[in-house]
């Protein structure tokens, strides 16, 4: 199956990077296809491969999966990463919801105009999230944020924090809780083996945000030189 496994995306981080995580913790190999021009992206689309019109695009199990929320669903499911009944599957669906908020500030980032303009945005959210996330955590027994082993839950709001902790180091210092589930998330096989390996993109940086714009052909933030370079 690993040679089969297909990932299409933007030669970045950015929505996909949910189900690259996913995938390593499943010891799912994996190909990130980039999409780096317009012409790419008119292929694909005209594959008939994307069920929204929108990637990424997962390519498994000869199925075309969109939607990252769908895909790291799936993977949890085939993985045994969803709970252990209904309630917990629950509570890691009712997880990923703020995650998925919490997640936004740490993609838009790379799109502010100075790195105090994204670094301030980014401690906002967190303080506002961190706090529930570990009063959840808490109440379920300290160890994880589902149930007694990990979840889907778990490897996502860590995917998150990585993004958080590249722009702010010390950023778990003050959240025990949060820090010792990045910490047992990390130190997975198959996502150690992923963080290390040449499958990982760098962190999001201007390049990053001049590639999207390339490929869909819009303008880039207002802070940036001739920002309509790209559109048509």
């Given at each position: 199956m690993s040679n089969a496994v297909k990932l299409h995306y933007f030669l970045g981080r950015g929505r996909a990077e949910t189900t690259r995580w996913m995938l390593a913790i499943n010891q799912i190999g994996f190909n990130n296809i980039p999409i780096t021009t317009p012409e790419d992206l008119i292929e694909l689309?005209?594959?008939?491969?994307l069920p929204f019109d929108q990637m990424p695009l997962l390519e498994i199990n000869g199925m075309n999966l969109s939607q990252s929320s769908?895909?790291?669903r799936y993977l949890?499911?085939?993985?045994?990463?969803y709970g252990?009944?209904?309630k917990e599957a629950l509570y890691c669906d009712m997880f990923a919801g703020a995650i998925t908020d919490f997640a936004e500030a740490s993609m838009q980032a790379a799109f502010q105009p100075t790195k105090e303009i994204a670094v301030k945005m980014l401690k906002e959210r967190f303080n506002?999230?961190?706090p529930k996330f570990e009063l959840r955590i808490q109440e379920n027994g300290n160890e994880f944020c589902v149930g007694k082993k990990i979840s889907f839950a778990d490897v996502i709001l860590t995917?998150?924090?990585s993004a958080y902790i590249e722009w702010i180091p010390d950023l778990l210092k003050n959240t025990p809780l949060l820090l010792s589930i990045y910490e047992k998330v990390i130190n997975q096989t198959g996502i150690k083996l992923y963080l290390s390996s040449e499958l990982r993109y760098p962190k999001p940086d201007e390049k990053?945000?001049?590639d999207v714009a390339r490929v869909l052909q819009r303008a880039l933030p207002a802070h940036m030189?001739?920002?309509n370079r790209f559109v048509n």
């Open positions: 689309r005209s594959s008939g491969k769908g895909m790291i949890a499911r085939i993985g045994g990463f252990d009944n209904d506002k999230f961190a995917e998150a924090l990053y945000v001049i030189s001739d920002i």
